[in-house]
């Protein structure tokens, strides 16, 4: 009771460095715990590699072989590691967006594969991937451009009179999705035989294609897009209390809302154009953030970007161990984790 | 005295049609019209055909390119969007891809037999073309030996067997050539990409595998389950093997032409043994599957076969 009080009376200056204590640790846990994931994860796989001098060799960031041989210093460096990071950008990009969808539609169940702005951004990739094949910087970019389409047709539709009700957008993300859903089926009807089953495979989420080109530019774009909606987290704690009151308040909505939904779509394109359409992260991450860590944006948002992070890691070591040397599509294994948990989330809550 | 002569009646007509429908049927059992031959298919069906099969719709481009070799491309009324071999087959009527038929279509066509490549989506299909009196045959073979079984099958059904069997016949000389020329030669372990990205290979139930086997290769991934599996990069780096197989240039276009990142330092690239070859030959279990084995035979071992 007593410092429930003193929290009241206690001054914005010091709230707000209170706040900051709270997120430089919550991320500092995180961040151990997403480093040590990375190793631990990059020791298991479908070729056993020797422990010591794998560890020995992660050490020395790849510059010292410690004695593991060629082949099993390419599958360390070449294969996993690669993987095992555009998992971490991939799972923070996604989470980070479900985040950002939540705060602006002030909605707990938007989430970028729900409201179907993921399958934007798969027929972004679908259509660059047919028409400019070899062009592979063409492939985040028409993704984002999808994902962009897809996020303002989703908000224009469940944008009603009455504003935008969380069964409005729930309606609109169906709508979306399905709509988008019968694209791709068409896009791939119209594509060689021979590669639906590959795209299948990649349209359920598929970390396999760690391309080189690509990482670098999704790992950037996952810590950009984290730093950028973060700055923005105080405007969007305000737009949760609804975009009137937070208008009255000083914050410039639609300046705030363009920024969400630009950062949003880059962090869903680009994870989908690398990786497909891993679902529910964007779900479940923002969730146990919140339930742990409480609703401040400023918190939650890098928390749910570490912790998509660690998340995907993870789910995609169980993909690519566990019916090895065969692999199942990462997508498969979060939906798996992420259905479940969402459910008992929701009879918790 | 009314309600007892609308009882005859009634009785009359019901007589009438139960004598109209045993004299319908009694003609229906006559010998001339329907008599049948059953015939277990890949399966394990038994699977109950008239006499005679004129009208066949086949639903895979190997099953197609079967109907012609054993001399009844001209009794097949049906094929698929894949089905492009040989020439002649582009004249029959299609009837969707492999994976959808349109079913009235094939109704519409009264073939006797459906032909159809593996038992995927079976039940449904088979239940409703049965229904109308259309008998449904699997083949879904894991080896050589198993396409040879399905031309003598095919042969049989369509009434050919004496052309089919001397296909096999001639089938099996070529093959038994291939055999003596790399009998004595160690074998080469190749690994054959189905595909780059997602890598994807031909496993332990492939009739590929069966194939490399045959042309003195050795698969390294011939006991990985199933027939065309998702295979991991890793192990694929680690499998080094010595010669690679990309099945393209076919129905796949331009695509598969290059192989696999995981791959690029593996020995087989490191000396120059990756081999393109036609993928209708290699992903067909038809005849042509023969000129696949002689293909890959001739590139795993050069020196056995002199010009």
Known sequence: MISNTSETIASPARRNRVTLRKTVLACAVLAALLVLAIVLMSLLGSEPLPLRASLCALASFGTSACGLSQDQFDILFQIRLPRILLAAAVGGSLATAGAGYQALLRNPLAEPYLLGISNGAAVGTMIALVFFGAMEWTRPILAFSGALVATFAVYRLARGRAGATPERLILAGVIVTTFLSSVIVFVTVMMDATRIRSFTFWLLGDLSGASKALLPVTIVVAIAGTLALTLNARSLNLLMLGERDAFDLGVEVGRVRIVVFLVASLLVGSSVAASGSVGYVGLVVPHLARLSLGSDNRISIPAAALGGALFVIIADTVARTIIAPRELPVGAITALIGAPLFIYLLRRV | ?307
């Open chain 2, 1 to 307: 005295m009314r309600a007892h002569r609308d009882y005859r009646l009634a009785a009359l007509g019901v007589a009438v049609v139960v004598c109209a429908l045993l004299a319908g049927c009694t003609s229906r059992g006559t010998p001339n019209h329907g008599a049948t031959r059953e015939i277990t298919d890949d399966a394990g069906r038994r699977v109950s055909l008239p006499a005679r099969v004129d009208r066949v719709v086949s639903l895979a481009p190997n099953l197609t390119e079967i109907m012609f070799a054993v001399g009844a491309g001209n009794r097949l009324v049906g094929r698929t969007s894949y089905c492009d071999y040989p020439p002649e087959a582009k004249a029959v009527a299609e009837v969707g891809d492999t994976l959808h038929p349109s079913l009235e279509r094939i109704i519409a066509l009264k073939p006797q037999v459906v032909l159809v490549s593996t038992a995927s989506q079976l039940e449904v299909f088979t239940n409703q073309l049965q229904s109308q009196n259309i008998a449904v045959y699997v083949t879904d073979p894991h080896d050589l030996e198993g396409v040879f079984r399905s031309i003598e099958q095919i042969g049989e059904i369509v009434g050919n067997k004496d052309q089919a069997n001397s296909l096999v016949q001639k089938l099996r000389e070529r093959t038994n050539t291939v055999a003596q020329a790399v009998q004595q030669k160690t074998p080469v372990r190749v690994f054959y990409q189905v595909s780059a990205e997602p890598l994807f290979t031909a496993g332990h139930d492939s009739f590929v595998t069966d194939l490399m086997r045959r042309a003195g290769g050795a698969s390294v991934t011939a006991d990985v389950p199933g027939a065309w599996p998702r295979y991991s990069n890793e192990s694929a780096l680690a499998a080094r093997p010595e010669a690679i197989i990309l099945p393209t240039g076919g129905s796949m276009g331009t695509a598969n032409a290059q192989v696999a990142e995981a791959l690029r330092q593996s020995p087989a690239v490191l000396h120059g043994r990756v081999y393109k070859i036609n993928d209708d030959l290699l992903a067909r279990p038809g005849p042509r599957a023969v000129d696949g084995l002689e293909e890959m035979a001739r590139a795993l071992h050069p020196d056995a076969f002199p010009k």
